[in-house]
């Protein structure tokens, strides 16, 4: 018991080294192409992408302050929402959520990243309204249309927008979106600019009930992309905290 509570301290100690070194190699690449969009660093939120991480990694890097996380699956979220250190950080839901699971989120997440329809948009009000306060959220567009892929698709993103800036307990705060993996670079860039341009079309269009505070874009392998693009909110897991173990939650 003794072997096994040494080598598990091993273990974390190692992990805890890796997110360190990973965090300052994260932090100088999105500083530099902060700069290179025209803005300042500070102008861009690291989130870090939480599935299947353990509380512990999670906490260390919020003790290195990392003050906004995102899990993807709700069961994963509500099994570790008792220990993640949330009076430091922000804790959000980023991945596609079904309208039954919205109750296991109202109360418990500063904000979801994933809203894509008319209809999860009504419940996360209805049970916001219930419990007496209001819900941020930002709608998932799906850029590249995919047929597989959750999201509004961009001719309906305007539709969608007033529809949801109607209901009451409810905030649009931005914008979210997913390009297709593994696209040439170029193409990348292609949909993040497009998705730029929706969200500088959106604003300008001031909306009642919708801000667009956040474009949500970019992870791991194009985070800097990303940010070059336009965002200003990016989603970063396996290459903060190393690849990810799918037999483990």
Known sequence: MIYMTEKLSSELEKRFADVEENLKVIRERMAEAAVRSGRKPGDITLLAATKTVPVEVINHSIELGVDHIGENRVQELTEKYDAYRLDRCELHFIGHLQKNKVKYLVGRVAMIQSVDSEKLAQEISRLSEKKNLSTDILVEVNIGKEENKSGVLPERLPELLEAVSSLPSIRVRGLMAIPPAGAPEAETMHY??????????????????????????????????????????????????????????
Do not use: C, H, Q
């Not at 992870?219 to 905290?241: E, F, K």
């Open 192 to 249: 993040f600019s497009k998705m730029n341009e929706y969200f500088v079309d959106t604003k300008s269009k001031r909306m009642d009930n919708v801000a667009m505070d956040y474009l949500s874009m970019g992870m791991s392998a194009d985070y800097a992309l990303a940010i070059r693009a336009g965002a200003n909110l990016v989603r970063i897991g396996t290459a903060l905290y190393g690849p990810r173990n799918y037999g483990k939650n």
